[in-house]
């Protein structure tokens, strides 16, 4: 395993530790912040995933996609991992309505 993606999966693991952490006792943070931080995680594997393929098909980004596509469509957990990289943009690009969608502690 590379040393990125060993560092992009332990910073999922830690990610999801401090989210069941704080899901179980608020008073630790927010778990809206350490959903936040496993959807970027989330984000980063995938992100890394594609650009070995697209080393593997010579910069063929279109080709790269496709194959990735087939193999998260293919399995039982894709439409979870589409739909978590999916909320990863709102909880980006609009925080505050992707926050509003987690209720708030307490």
């Known amino acids: 395993m590379s040393d990125e993606r060993a560092l992009g999966e332990q910073g999922l693991h830690e990610a999801l ?3 069941q952490a704080r899901m179980e ?3 630790l ?3 809206r912040i350490a959903v936040a931080e496993v959807l970027e995680w989330s984000y980063a594997l995938q992100e890394y995933h594609v650009d070995q393929l697209r080393l593997a098909y010579r910069g063929d980004e279109k080709r790269a996609w496709a ?3 087939a ?3 293919g399995n039982d957990d894709g439409e979870t991992h589409a739909a978590l990289v999916w909320f990863r943009g709102q909880s980006t690009h609009a925080l ?3 926050a ?3 209720p708030a502690p307490g």
């Open 17 to 19: 530790d401090r989210l």
């Open 25 to 27: 006792d608020p008073a």
């Open 29 to 31: 943070g927010d778990p």
């Open 67 to 69: 194959y990735f596509d």
């Open 71 to 73: 193999r998260r469509n």
């Open 96 to 98: 505050v309505s992707g």
């Open 100 to 102: 509003g969608l987690i």
